[in-house]
């Protein structure tokens, strides 16, 4: 209840924002002036000016002259005149016409004649369309004057907002979206609508928000509070069950179409319906007809989930190569992360231990002062240890290695879970090293230098436990 109460504030604002700027944008500069250059010769245009086109041009400037003053009462009965008796004459009729019936209702208290003023105002935006046009923009005036004055009347402020949006397209704007959506919801809520509408109607207006954020940014006052809005409204219907139901159908019908596999994936990834067959598989076809850098990262991260490590593998390195054909240094941050996921895969899961440590070293190349890069490789050399040795002596060597590059790590990074994390390595893998007994059996002083043989092949110092 908290929600909708929400919601039903934040649209009201927005209503009254945008009428206002709608307002603004649709009147002319001036009626009092349009009256008054009328000239004789005029009189004659029929039916411009009705039969009595002296009588018309008598209340224009009588209602115009009111209008300008902000004498609202004074204004509606020489405005309520030119509305029945010359339609024609000026779109201001119906632009400051529903200003008069809105400053009405305000003042009547009687819920009948309350009732009659909204059926007037509704009348006002019909004659509007009739004789001036622009039927999209008008509706969706309508439509947001509707909800604000009868918001029991849902089925209308669906039909209308629906014809609004369907007329505007991208031009849609943001209180049109949002009162389509509410009544959409609402009516899905009462068993009339479907939730596959509900959704479609969703996708619908944010891709419509989405486009006016990026092409009108000027009036994201408009459209972010709109979005936030929907989005709140959509929640209960986000379930992955839901979605899935509603897009495998299409899916196996249009397993080829671009935009169809788009919506899919970004409707399922921001519902967070990752894990589905269908968003792997709508994700792999995406790809696999439009390959770009972060479709392959996704993929990657789909066959990692799997447990397909090597075809994740795959992925990932394709990632690299898309992010390097842009020729762009502002992939870096990705690169990095790219490169240290193939190190822990190569590492944890494939036990590639000479290729995991290549990428590491590309992935520090990406980011010198991260750490991570050289646990990871420490980790590498002290998992190696047993396997690098032929007795008691030779089999701990290549701790030496490890804490070699668990004290770069701790050197290079500053953050802190970075440098706590190296310094339990390094107290931990310490503890293996030979003993001074050890060292001197086999012939070698504390500080000599000493390589390290196997994959690893590295000079690193002596030091005992």
Known sequence: MKTNLFTLFAAMTLFFMTGNQALAAGADSSPGIEAARFEASDINEQPRYGEDSVQ???????YAEYYRQRNFKMAVEPWR???HNCPLATQNIYIHGAVLVKHLYQAETDPIKRKALVDTLMMVYDQRIEHFGREGYVLGRKVADLYQYDQGNVQEQ????????????????????????????????AGLVEPTEVVEKYDRAIDIIDYNLIHKPQDSVYYVPAKNNIEILFEPFASCENLVQIFKPRYEANPE???????ITDMLEKSGCTESPLFFNA??????????????????????????HAEALSYYEEAIALYDADDSENYT?????????????????????PQARNYALEAS????????????????????????????????????????????????????????????FINTYSQYFPNMEDIFFHGHDEGDPYRVECWINETTRIRPR
Request: contains cysteine; charged residues 30%; aromatic residues 10%.
């Open 56 to 62: 018309c041009v008598r209340n224009w400037s009588l």
């Open 81 to 83: 005149w030119m509305f």
């Open 158 to 189: 669906q039909e209308i907002s629906e014809r609004s949006i369907q007329l505007e397209g991208n031009d849609s704007q943001a209180d049109v979206l949002l009162i389509n959506f509410q009544s959409t919801v609402r009516l899905s809520e």
């Open 257 to 263: 179409d671009p935009e169809l596999l788009a919506r």
């Open 283 to 308: 994700t792999k076809s995406l790809h696999r007809l439009h390959p770009t850098a972060q479709s392959a990262y996704l993929m990657g991260r789909l066959e990692g989930n799997q447990e397909n």
């Open 333 to 353: 941050e990705e690169k990095f992360r790219i490169y240290l996921l193939m190190a822990e895969i190569s590492f944890r899961n494939l036990r590639r231990f």
């Open 365 to 424: 190349r990406m980011k010198s002062d991260d750490g991570r890069p050289y646990i990871l490789i420490g980790e590498l050399y002290a998992a190696s240890a047993n396997d690098c040795g032929d007795d008691a002596f030779t089999k701990k060597t290549a701790y030496w290695a490890a804490v070699d590059k668990f004290i770069q790590a701790r050197n290079v990074d500053s953050d802190p879970q970075v440098v706590d994390r190296a310094t339990q």
